[in-house]
């Protein structure tokens, strides 16, 4: 069965702190891994795709890193601000099923100042 | 470039009524997804159309749930005789092909609520 799990759940840091957020996935034959960023009561908003032929994209304060053999890949966040409260999800898709993203239930992260 | 548009964007039907959900994909997207996300539950895949065809469906529920995508107008989502377990927020997205990059564009969502 293909599962995709994030940890932790949820996640205080105080403003500035630099962050990593973990994803695993049981099957590595991934076509590619995204990460979103879910605001409360708000739609998804795509923050990286990493294809499986890559090991990592960066994205301003955002690097998002691959590793295939290991079924995981990590979101690290560079001096976190209030703004980046928000709920980030994990989604893979398939080789075979590229059209469908497997989600892992998110983490809840805050920050404060 | 206008993004993935959803309505309603909240909608409240009393157990046995109908739910219909809509959706606009991306400009120059032809192809749309829909997901639904259970409360504190993670995402998941219900079914991706193309222009009137369905390509995946495996992720509907067999009965009550279904799914169109026209050559004219939105994507619908339809929900006949709704149940409380179907409250839960629907999302929409889309791509424009076959996924060469698999990016998919999410819309704001539609939440329903069961009475």
């Known amino acids: 069965k293909q599962e995709v799990t994030q940890i932790p759940a949820a996640l205080s840091v105080p403003e500035g702190e630099n962050l990593v957020l973990n994803c695993s996935f049981t099957d590595s034959a991934i076509y590619n891994l995204q990460w979103f960023r879910q605001d409360p009561g708000k739609g998804l908003t795509s923050l990286l795709l990493i294809q499986s032929s890559q090991r990592e994209q960066t994205s301003g304060r955002l690097n998002a890193s691959l590793d295939k053999s290991s079924g995981r890949s990590t979101l690290y966040i560079a001096a976190s601000q209030p703004g980046d409260s928000a709920t980030y999800l994990c989604a893979v898709s398939y080789t075979g099923t590229a059209s469908k993203l497997t989600f892992g239930t998110g983490t809840r992260l805050q920050v404060t100042l | 470039n206008a993004g993935v548009m959803q309505n309603p964007r909240h909608l409240v039907r009393r157990r046995g009524q109908e739910a219909r959900l809509r959706c606009s994909p991306m400009k120059g997207h032809s192809h749309v997804y829909w997901y639904r996300q259970l409360p504190e539950e993670g995402l998941k895949f219900m079914v991706y159309l193309q222009k009137e065809n369905i390509i995946d469906e495996s992720g509907m529920p067999k009965e009550r749930f279904s799914a169109e995508f026209p050559k004219e107008g939105p994507s619908i989502l339809r929900i006949q005789q709704v149940v409380r377990g179907d409250s839960a927020a629907y999302f929409c997205?889309?791509?424009?092909?076959?996924?060469?990059?698999?990016?998919?564009?999410f819309g704001e969502g539609s939440r329903l609520t069961v009475l």
């Open positions: 997205a889309s791509s424009p092909q076959r996924p060469n990059t698999g990016e998919l564009f």
